[in-house]
């Protein structure tokens, strides 16, 4: 059972990032500020639903969130920064698209860099414990896999409309055989190792 809040009669936002371990796309943040009480049956960690709950989930949370907002980072920032501080910089910016201020972040994870002005309470595995924090890890999640369909027809032997990215044994065949595209993290390992 997800926690609704955790302080009560406090402004809080979830946060949370998709694809930070892919080799492949832009990694996407979303921050979440659910009405009090909210409570959905299927609502839990993004990684735990099927797509089709994920996808069945978005349109609910979107209507009845306070507010809401996603955002990403380049793979281009990602290998210029590290993939830790530009998932960073997706969560700032999407804290940054809320139309409602928020008095309390919840963040998924062990570490945070400080967004000005507003406390903040990291908490690893929070998309399993928090009904905030689950419905952002499905925004994000969503609208990367969203995003990773659409390069997908781009470069179809990748197989990104399967893998999202993520190094399967598919995808890394793509990337034997075909090299790597302007969607690929240089940064990242075997990219690094494709001339």
Not at 77 to 96: P, V, Y
Not at 138 to 156: G, N
Not at 174 to 180: E, F, L, S, V
């Amino acid at each position: 059972m997800l926690k609704a809040s955790f302080t009560t009669g406090v402004t809080e936002a979830g946060c949370d990032e998709a694809g930070r371990g892919c080799l492949a796309g832009p990694v996407f943040s979303a921050a979440v500020i659910l009405p009090p009480g909210f409570f959905h049956p299927l609502l839990n960690d993004s990684k735990k639903l099927t797509e089709a709950h994920r996808y069945e989930l978005r349109p609910i949370i979107e209507e009845q969130a306070i507010a809401w907002a996603v955002a990403q980072s380049s793979v281009n920032l990602i290998d210029s920064i590290n993939i830790l501080k530009a998932s960073f910089q997706a969560m700032h910016h999407a804290i940054d698209g809320l139309k409602v201020r928020p008095e309390l972040l919840l963040i998924d994870g062990h570490i945070f860099p400080p967004y000005f002005g507003i406390a903040h309470q990291c908490i690893v595995k929070g998309d399993g414990k928090y009904a905030s924090i689950a419905a952002a890890s499905i925004l994000a999640k969503t609208y990367r896999d969203d995003y990773m369909m659409q390069i997908h027809r781009e470069f179809p032997h990748y197989k990104w409309d399967r893998n999202k990215g993520y190094g399967t044994a598919a995808h890394v065949a793509g990337i034997k055989a075909h090299g790597i595209c302007r969607y690929h993290r240089r940064s990242f390992a075997p990219c690094s190792n494709v001339n």
